[in-house]
């Protein structure tokens, strides 16, 4: 089978390149800021170094922030074909803490209390009724540098007064004390298959290896297992790391990052990451061409019958495409969905609304 990794050439994206290379045929290292997309034409393309991309069965695409519309855009176009571990909105999700935030939400996914702002007016509203210190973030920080933390209402108004000078949305977040500690997961699959704990430096907040944190091995609990991968899931990642602080209510969720840094995970924890993620992303795509093949299958046999396991986003279970297409079902579908222990039954009635 044929692997692709897009990225910026760090050393991580270069370790899961030689990784991939133990489990798939051929894996090309394509760089990110030679890849463009062509649209207006009837079939759109996705171009390396001015030539159509070729055709690979995996394709991990990373990149930063500055790359997350060029990700969403190859990504919707080629998931059809190759598996892909992010889904194509996650790179606009995941690298906007308020679209992360509101993921969540809709994920029951622990996180501390956030609020969203884009006026000074709102945003002292806010710290009006807010216990101090308080953290103010930018949505698209990283590496710790988009975070402040105000220890009273005079610095909090001081630092709105400069944020909404650089107009754009920010957050305001209750300050979970850990002592400066948090928890960097890796989730792969249904698995967390890393954790450290970060500590930050003296005089700190936060524990960003960037910031000067230091990084323990550990085992993470249950609850904070789940949450990381609920996380992981509502964003619609495969493959990511997820911080948690692990605070007196249990893990609050921070934030996910699509192309985790694996450095820092490998040498602390010892655990071959690398080999881990490539491991994964070959059985899933042993999987994914397997799925291929059955709605190739679907045109002859009248049932569908898919063995496997669920895929969840948080707590809910979503349906292979295999299943849309087999059942015909609409969205304007008017269905009975009978569940108990061990079953599903949805059966249509008619359509939505007939007069
Ligand atoms: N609400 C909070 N309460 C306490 N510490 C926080 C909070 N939010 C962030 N931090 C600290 O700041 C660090 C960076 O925050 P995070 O949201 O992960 O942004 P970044 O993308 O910059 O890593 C965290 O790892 C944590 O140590
Ligand atoms: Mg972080």
């Known amino acids: ?35 463009e997309v062509s649209l207006g034409e009837k079939q759109a393309q996705v171009l390396y170094q001015g030539k159509p991309l070729p055709k690979y069965d995996c394709i991990y695409a990373r990149g930063s922030y500055r790359y997350a519309v060029l990700l969403r855009s190859i990504t919707a176009l080629l998931q059809k074909e190759s598996y892909m571990p992010l889904r194509a909105a996650s790179y606009t999700i995941g690298h906007d803490k308020i679209l992360t935030h509101l993921k969540f939400q809709e994920n029951n996914v622990p996180q501390p209390k956030t609020y969203l702002v884009t006026t000074s007016e709102s945003a002292k509203k806010i710290i009006k009724k807010t216990k101090f210190p308080v953290i103010m973030k930018l949505p698209a920080g990283t590496h710790g540098k988009g975070v402040m933390l105000a220890e009273s209402e005079e610095s909090a108004s001081s630092m709105i007064d400069a944020l909404v000078l650089l107009k754009q949305p920010f957050l305001i977040q209750e300050y979970i004390d850990t002592d ?12 967390v298959v890393a954790a450290m704990k970060r500590i930050a430096a003296k005089g700190e907040k936060r524990a960003n290896i960037h910031s000067g944190g230091q990084g323990q091995k550990i085992e993470v609990d249950e609850k904070t297992r789940r949450a990381a991968i609920m996380a992981a899931r509502s964003c619609g990642l495969d493959i990511c790391a997820v911080d948690i602080l692990p605070s007196l209510k249990g893990p609050l969720v921070l934030e996910v990052n699509l192309s ?26 042993q999987r994914f061409k397997g799925i291929h093949k059955e709605q190739l299958l679907k045109e002859l046999a009248p049932e569908q019958e898919i063995h496997g396991t ?25 269905l009975v969905i009978k569940a108990t222990k061990g079953k599903i039954e949805i059966v249509k009635l008619g359509k939505k609304n007939k007069e």
């Open 180 to 191: 400066g500690k948090d928890y960097r997961c890796i989730v792969v699959g249904d698995q």
């Open 260 to 285: 985790p840094g694996l450095q820092g995970i490998t040498k602390v924890t010892n655990i071959n990451v690398a080999d881990k993620i490539a491991s994964y992303l070959h059985a899933q795509t």
């Open 1 to 35: 089978m044929k692997a692709a990794i897009i990225s910026l050439g760090s050393i991580s994206s270069r370790w899961l390149a030689d990784a991939m290379k133990k489990h798939f045929d051929t894996v090309d290292a394509i760089d990110i800021a030679e890849l």
């Open 310 to 334: 669920l895929d969840y986003r948080g707590n809910r279970i979503l349906l292979p495409e295999v299943v849309t297409m087999a059942t015909k079902f609409k969205e304007d579908d008017e």
